[in-house]
């Protein structure tokens, strides 16, 4: 949700800010804003509602100023409009603040100001932090932010200007990320490293608890009782051109397309066909360790409990280890039964979900060993989990997730597979996998070299309102990303469900206005999967299904099929998820979404 920019340094702060927002917008938001400064001048400061091309139009080349900050926000307190967008300033305009998170007990400190005289412009949570800082500012902006920040409960990761200290921000970081950039006589502050990669790659990861100032000299990070903090400068590991469309129409059609590299570099030395296992460095545990576990529990919210749910299938299968998945959400709050023989996994793509991190942190409070498994370097849970591993799907920039799924299919797959060779599954069997496992990459090459059929198929069906996905097994979730994944991006309404249990409700849907597509495995399943169609297909439902090549019977009973290539039987779920992202991705396209930024939703979602 919401992105920070800062800059102090000698160029137009404007053209940076603007330029480092544009960057943050797959995060999503509604509104978008600067402050830009010099010295002995008085702020200039433009926000308004809606994009950051909208806002652009508001920002003349005349808009001087060496330092400012800026902000894209996704509404939380206060409807929609230019007043609530941020930054906000307090009531004589000389402090200036952008803020990430919600401060829960706003209301509170709000009406304690308006009793002493303050005005609000806002409806925001966030203005009553500009209002204390101009409140109690001593001379001193650091001095004055760690006087506040203890007045507040919440979360935040804010940014502050202040009218008698030009060139300075002060940053502060409680549950929302900040990141710093270190330039040549210029300093970059900014919630996420893609806002600053066009101008450095040298970064500073700030921890809950720690504050920055910077200028275009250089930075101090501090603690709220003034304590230095040494920190470590990280060289962000991501191109440019990793942030860039390369042609493609969408960072959603470019990110699907990718993921026949993205699989081979997360396989990429962590598969060993002479002991026919997988290794992954990071978890920081002895094979003895691992020995010892005796439960897997995988924590994840959204499209990464889909790839949690296989996870755990997948153990269970092939390591005959318990395991299951839990949302992240809810696990923090039902006093969760923590054990020293249960190994936890935390899986997110930012590695800043908030949910996500908060149960984390509940399990490691509790005694529990937490590994993570996330997409970026540096992120939270990266820092703060006891082990783990990074996906290295790069950058995935469109708001629905794509590449991160199947590159978090592919760390569970190796895991299986290492702790299934430590207990019972023999040599044969787990070089057999690793083969089949390396052939996926041309798998899926062979399935988007035929997406025009996809397309097709989309150009048919997005005039239907509703939609079911129906899988089993390992394709059980498959299914209920497949549905997420339309909803998400094109707005049809659409439940994933076990073709097992339509007879128990679902099949009281079953029209001939709403499509019920089934992923069709060659498994142990499928003939029952079959079945399910048939009993689909006799109520006058429209049928689409994935199949495997081949399958002639399933190309008799649907109305529609794509066809995928033959694999191993467990690992259907890497091709049958790629037809569904592309289902969704065209559905959107004929229904005019915007795909990359869909409607309300946060790439990052750093609430709870």
Same mark, same amino acid.
């Given at each position: ?7 102090c340094g000698?160029r ?8 480092g927002?544009?960057?943050l917008?797959?995060?999503g938001y509604d509104?978008a804003g ?15 509602k809606?994009?950051?091309r909208?806002?652009r139009?508001?920002v ?8 400012g900050?800026g ?8 409807e929609v409009?230019d007043?609530n ?8 305009g000389?402090?200036v !603040? ?10 509170e400190l ?10 609000f412009?806002?409806?925001?949570d966030?203005?009553?932090?500009a209002?204390? !800082?101009e409140?109690y ?8 932010v760690r006087k506040v920040?203890?007045?507040?409960k919440?979360?935040y ?6 009218k ?9 970081r409680?549950?929302?990320?900040l ?9 970059? $502050?900014? =919630? ?11 970064a ?21 009782h ?11 590991g991501?191109?440019?051109?990793q942030?860039e ?5 969408h ?6 397309h990718e993921?026949?590299?993205? !699989?081979?570099r ?8 002479d =002991? ?8 920081n545990?002895l ?14 919210a ?9 996870g755990?299938? $997948?153990?269970?299968k092939?390591?005959?280890? =318990? ?7 809810? $696990?923090?709050?039902k ?5 020293h023989?249960t190994?936890?996994?935390?899986v ?19 005694g ?16 703060? =989990?006891?082990?783990?591993?990074? $996906?290295h ?5 469109a ?9 978090? &299919? ?5 895991l299986?597979?290492?702790?299934a060779?430590m ?9 057999r ?11 899926i090459?062979?399935?988007l ?18 939609? &079911? ?8 979730p ?9 909803k998400?991006i ?21 029209n001939?206005?709403?499509p019920? &597509?089934? &992923? ?10 079959i079945?399910n169609m ?8 429209r049928?689409?299904?994935?199949a ?33 992202q592309l ?26």
């Open positions: 949700m919401c992105g920070i920019v800062g800059y000698a137009a702060a404007s053209e940076v800010l603007l330029e927002l544009k960057r917008e797959y995060r509104s600067i402050c830009v400064g010099s010295s002995g001048t008085d702020f200039e400061l433009l926000k308004r809606g994009k950051i909208d806002l139009e508001i003349g080349k005349d808009v001087a100023g060496t330092f900050i902000h894209t926000r996704w509404a939380t307190h206060g409009n007043i967008a941020h930054p906000h300033t307090s009531e004589s000389d402090v !603040i952008v803020h990430n998170g919600i401060i829960e007990n706003y209301l709000r009406t304690l100001l308006e009793k002493t005289g303050s005005v412009q806002s409806d925001t966030s203005e009553v932090i209002y204390l !800082i409140k500012y001593s001379g001193n902006l650091e001095e004055t920040l203890p007045l507040l919440g979360t990761g804010i940014a502050v200007l202040h008698n200290e030009p060139g300075k921000i002060v940053g502060a409680n549950g929302s990320p990141v710093l950039g270190v330039g040549n006589q210029e300093m970059f $502050l900014a =919630s996420d490293v893609t806002a600053i990669l066009a101008y450095t790659k040298n500073v990861y700030l921890n809950d608890g720690e504050l920055v100032t910077l200028t275009s000299e250089g930075y101090r990070t501090f603690d709220i003034d304590t230095l903090i040494q920190k470590q400068v990280e060289e962000i991501w191109e440019l051109e942030i469309k390369k042609g493609f129409d960072y959603m059609e470019k990110e699907i993921q026949v590299a993205s !699989i081979r997360a396989f990429q030395g962590r598969l060993n066909k =002991s026919a296992t997988g290794h992954l460095g990071g978890l545990m094979p003895y360790e691992l020995l010892q576990v005796k439960r897997v529990v995988i924590i994840a959204g499209t990464s409990y889909h790839a949690g749910l296989i755990a299938y $997948l153990i269970e092939l390591a005959r280890i =318990s395991a299951s998945a839990e949302l992240s959400s809810e $696990l923090r709050y006093n969760p039964v923590v054990e023989d190994l936890y996994f935390v997110s793509q930012s590695g800043e979900t908030a949910d996500t991190l908060y149960a984390m942190r509940e399990v490691q409070r509790k529990g060993r937490v590994l993570g498994l996330c997409n970026v370097i540096g992120s939270t849970i990266a820092r703060e =989990s006891n082990g783990g591993v990074y $996906l799907s790069g950058p995935e920039i708001v629905a997730s794509t590449k991160a799924f199947t590159s978090q &299919l592919a760390i569970f797959y190796i299986a597979l290492s702790l060779r207990r019972h599954l023999s040599v044969e069997d787990g070089l996998i690793i083969q089949a496992l390396e052939k996926l990459p041309d798998h090459q062979r399935i070299d035929q997406a025009d059929k996809i397309e097709e198929l989309a150009k048919k069906y997005h005039i239907y309102n509703n939609f &079911l996905f129906l899988g089993r097994g390992l394709n059980y498959v299914a209920m990303e497949g549905a997420l994944k339309l998400e094109s707005y049809i309404h659409a439940e994933g469900y076990s073709a097992a249990e339509i007879k128990h409700g679902p099949i009281a849907l079953i001939d206005t709403t019920s &597509l089934f &992923l069709v495995p060659d498994d142990a399943l499928r003939d029952k999967v079945t048939k009993e689909v297909k006799a109520r006058n439902g049928l689409i299904a994935v495997v090549e081949g399958d002639t019977e399933v190309a008799d009973i649907a109305d529609d099929v794509f066809f995928i290539p033959h694999t191993d039987e467990i690992l259907y779920p890497f091709l049958m998820v790629v037809p569904t289902f969704a991705y065209y559905c959107a396209i004929e229904l005019g979404r915007d795909v990359d930024q869909p409607r309300n939703l946060a790439k990052s979602v750093t609430v709870e």
